[in-house]
């Protein structure tokens, strides 16, 4: 009865495990293909951020990572990009939606040497606390970083 129990608990979590896989990505996600290499792509992002009056607060690279331990893995980096008026007026709104920022794109190295840049829009980030000066911040900030998007695209 056991082995008959276990074997019904493990099929069900393969199941659950391929359902998962199959979800639909976040709200407010944006995809958005890029034939520049990955290279390219995180120069010209770093370049957009810029332009757009935002500033990039790190970047983490699981892929530079890995290069510094002799491993080859496929370009990939988290941009973080904030600007420090809208992190004071988002703690004014809300303390716990402070760890939403710094937002994040995330730029990935495509086969055949292009890349693909992510992310989520800064409205769909800040819904879940139903704040209204968190909503009206995240307004602001969807234009911007669109254009940061399509900027380091181009």
């Known amino acids: 009865m056991a082995r008959k129990l276990l074997l019904?608990?493990?099929?069900?979590?393969?199941?659950?495990?391929?359902?998962?896989?199959?979800?639909?990505?976040?709200?407010g996600r944006v995809v958005i293909p890029s034939a520049k290499s990955f290279d390219k792509l995180v120069a010209a992002l770093d370049e957009a951020v810029a332009a757009n009056g935002m500033g990039v607060v790190a970047c983490a690279s699981a892929s530079q990572?890995?290069?510094?331990?002799?491993?080859?893995?496929?370009?990939?980096?988290?941009?973080?990009?904030f600007r420090n008026d809208y992190a004071?007026?988002?703690?004014?709104?809300?303390?716990?939606?402070?760890?939403?920022?710094?937002?994040?794109?995330?730029?990935?190295?495509?086969?055949?040497?292009?890349?693909t840049l992510t992310y989520r829009k800064p409205s769909a980030v800040f819904a879940p606390y139903?704040?209204?000066?968190?909503?009206?911040?995240?307004?602001?900030?969807?234009?911007?970083f669109e254009n940061i998007a399509q900027g380091a695209v181009r």
């Open 130 to 144: 139903r704040n209204v000066e968190l909503d009206q911040m995240a307004a602001e900030l969807d234009p911007i």
């Open 65 to 81: 990572g890995a290069a510094a331990r002799g491993i080859r893995i496929p370009g990939n980096a988290v941009v973080m990009v």
């Open 8 to 27: 019904a608990f493990l099929i069900v979590g393969i199941a659950g495990t391929s359902q998962a896989e199959q979800t639909a990505p976040p709200a």
């Open 88 to 115: 004071v007026r988002m703690l004014a709104a809300s303390v716990p939606a402070g760890i939403e920022a710094p937002l994040r794109y995330y730029v990935t190295e495509n086969a055949g040497g292009t890349s």
